[in-house]
């Protein structure tokens, strides 16, 4: 449901109105009203009209019937959302951007991304059935601190029970692919059980899912990613827990702990296509060297939380992070030494660990006689220390790298003209410090010795908006705000093939902000729902991913401009029970390729998305309720960048239905419904030479379901 939602922005997040999105075509629908919508990544306690962000808010029902099409809470945001970019269809995130640039992944407000060695596989952290909803924030801020230049994706786990006594809910699950071949075929089983005994109340989960290999619109297997790795043929096993005590009506101490491990099956290796010959990238049975492709995510926070103390709302929140990532191997030009093994000969592949400590706390009340004011003090902290390495050679390709970084804020909202005119304003200063030791690159890369250094950045990020509201469901709002991230500082680091380097002089590793301006309108009025928003993001040293011949990227510092327009609207028609959405997305990019001042190139398919129209109608009627949902992606041509990556478009549709059974519910899901045979953005507009990532998409695939909550 379209509604102008507020929030106030803790972490220097921007400002100014936009449309909050409750996409919720379930049960939860009818029990939640715009009034009630808090967004917990916005880290507020104001209600939904206070202070307003571009945010979608997709409830526990939508997003498990999405993710029963598509796999993925990353495949659910992307076709629900058509600001998003269409996903690549494999493990990584490289490329996969929201407005333009790249998103946030958080759990619980916790950032799952790595600031210096991005390895791109933070939307693969927690199992989807563990999630209750996902909140995304729009646009260039600094919500959860570091990372969020295009935005936030939130990962909101399962809530406490309510009632006393054993709770709880399972899922059975079986896919396959249209030949219902056994290679294709997949399924998943997850339970979780709650309890509660008064004050206390406790959580257990356990979810596995088995992958199979993925066929494309013409029945063919469709091609392994040898470098970033793969979600098909795969299993994954996670286990969630929580345990909480109310220690009064207003307070509350909870911890949560997560663990999630993918792993390849190595049951198959990639068959290189002919881009020339129009041959998709496929896959042979066979044994992949090396060690099987990993994904490892931990996850332990604490936090205590009180509605009500001293008539204000206080959060406090601590938690540790620990990833592990092992991708796949390969006979690639960036391994090779000629002091190992001849060149051409040397297998290698390389695994990124990464260890996060961190802690806010935030404390937001209204100013005693004077309530129209609200003010919002807090202070976030992050420690990071990553590496990535050579698994075979134990070579280092990434140093071992600490970051460090130190946030304090304050926001205030006020409330005027009873509430038809809203201010917001704020700040967030940024304390980052980075400690990289001396260390030599890899030979491919010409071996050079840098010197390591403390380089630190400071900075303080403004917010600004103000939102009109002159009739009931009719808002007019403007706002300003500034984003802040670092560069994939291991991508710079294991890139540099100058000599005499100085890491603390270099500038590659100066800070990437962005500014976000944004301007719109929103209505809600009977059964129509609709917004349009128009936005500008500049960053005068941005990031850019620039693609070697051998598929790894390299980063290339260069000013960005991205503007874009998103149209949405749906209707509730007079037949009961039926809604009728359409949404549009256009965006584009431009940079400055040669330091000459003047933005001479499009941003390429790697770092922007194509515009995009979706079509959907929902249908709910008693037991019975269904989805269709169409997404065109529109063809591009790039301009300073080669013919050949210029993109054809493709159009997708998939549907679901469901019945409520006498216990639980059974539902069929389709995903390209019309088995459309297509080749995916990402491959389409990258490497036009290289015949090894010429991938495909997915064809039709069925996923049936039965679930059921006790």
Do not use: C
Not at 152 to 175: E, F, H, I, M, Y
Not at 499 to 524: A, K, M, Q, Y
């Amino acid at each position: 449901m379209k509604i102008a939602i507020g929030m106030i922005a803790v972490a220097a997040m921007w400002t100014g109105g936009a449309r909050a999105q409750d996409i919720q075509t379930g049960e939860d629908a009818a029990d939640v009203g715009p009034e009630d919508i808090i967004v917990t990544a916005a880290r507020t306690s104001l209600p939904a009209s206070a202070l307003p962000l571009t945010v979608d808010v997709i409830d526990r029902e939508t997003l498990s019937r999405q993710v029963a099409v598509s796999g993925s809470v990353v495949d659910a945001v992307s076709a629900l959302l058509p600001a998003f970019s269409p996903t690549r269809e494999k493990i990584t995130g490289f490329g996969e951007t929201l407005r333009g640039r790249s998103p946030l992944y958080a759990i619980n407000g916790i950032p799952q991304t790595t600031p210096i060695r991005d390895g791109a596989r933070d939307g693969y952290t927690i199992d989807p059935f563990f999630i209750d909803r996902g909140e995304v924030i729009y646009g260039s801020n600094a919500l959860q601190g570091i990372g969020a230049t295009g935005g936030v994706v939130n990962q909101v786990t399962a809530r406490a029970p309510k009632d006393n006594g054993w709770s709880g809910r399972t899922l059975l699950q079986g896919n396959s692919g249209d030949d219902f071949s056994g290679a294709s075929l997949g399924g998943k089983v997850a339970g979780l059980v709650n309890l509660r005994s008064g004050p206390f109340d406790a959580t257990g989960g356990v979810a596995f899912e088995r992958r199979g290999v993925f066929l494309d619109g013409r029945g063919r297997n469709i091609g392994l990613d040898g470098n970033q790795s793969e979600i098909q043929d795969t299993d994954s096993l996670s286990f969630f827990g929580r345990v909480g005590v109310d220690l009064s009506k207003t307070a509350r101490l909870e911890v949560i702990a997560n663990r999630f491990k993918l792993e390849g099956n190595n049951h198959y290796v990639p068959v290189d296509g002919n881009r020339v010959l129009d041959i998709p990238a496929t896959s042979r049975r066979g044994e992949t060297p090396g060690q099987p492709s990993t994904g490892l995510a931990e996850m332990v926070s604490a936090s205590l939380t009180d509605g009500d103390l001293a008539g204000g709302a206080f959060t406090l929140q601590g938690f540790y992070n620990r990833t592990s990532d092992t991708f796949a191997g390969g006979i690639l030009a960036t391994f090779q030494d000629s002091r190992i093994a001849t060149v051409g000969t040397l297998f290698d592949q390389s695994r990124n660990v990464s260890r996060k400590l961190g802690g806010k706390i935030s404390y937001e009340r209204a100013v005693p006689g004077f309530e129209a004011l609200t003010l919002t003090a807090g202070f976030d902290a992050l420690i990071d220390r990553t590496k990535q390495d050579l698994v075979q050679t134990g070579r280092a390709w990434v140093p071992q790298t600490d970051f460090r970084s130190l946030a304090p804020f304050g926001q205030a909202n006020l409330k005027m003209f009873d509430g038809v005119v809203r201010l917001a304003g704020g700040v967030r200063y940024e304390n980052v410090r980075l400690d990289i030791p001396d260390y030599t690159t890899l030979a491919s890369a010409g071996a050079r010795a840098v010197t390591g250094g403390k380089p630190s950045f400071k900075r303080a990020l403004w917010n600004g908006g103000v939102v009109l509201e002159p009739v009931k469901g009719i808002r007019a709002y403007g706002s300003y705000a500034e984003g802040y991230t670092i560069a994939d500082i291991g991508r710079v680091l294991r890139g540099i093939s100058q000599p005499n380097i100085r890491i603390t002089d270099f500038l590659d590793l100066t800070p990437v902000i962005s500014n976000n301006r944004e301007v719109g309108v929103e209505v809600t009025q009977g059964p129509l729902e609709a917004s349009a928003t128009y936005y500008r993001s500049s960053s005068d040293l941005g990031q850019v991913l620039v693609r070697n011949s051998d598929g790894f990227f390299n980063v290339a510092r260069q000013p960005i401009n991205i503007e874009g327009l998103e149209v949405n609207l749906a209707v509730r028609t007079p037949l009961p029970g039926l809604k009728v959405g359409t949404g549009f997305s256009h965006v584009d990019g431009r940079t400055d390729t040669n330091a000459d001042g003047t933005m001479d190139a499009d941003l390429d398919g790697a770092n922007i998305s194509p515009d995009r129209l979706n079509l959907n109608l929902d249908y709910s009627r008693g037991r019975f309720s269904a989805r269709v949902q169409g997404r065109y992606y529109l063809s591009r041509h790039f301009q300073g960048q080669p013919i050949a990556n210029d993109f054809a478009g493709y159009r997708l549709f998939d549907t679901y239905v469901a019945y409520e059974l006498p216990v639980g519910r059974v539902m069929l899901s389709v995903q390209n419904l019309g088995n459309t045979d297509y080749v995916t953005y990402y491959s389409e507009t990258q490497g036009p030479t290289d015949n090894a990532r010429f991938y495909t998409g997915r064809g039709r695939n069925f996923t049936l379901s039965w679930q059921a909550g006790f």
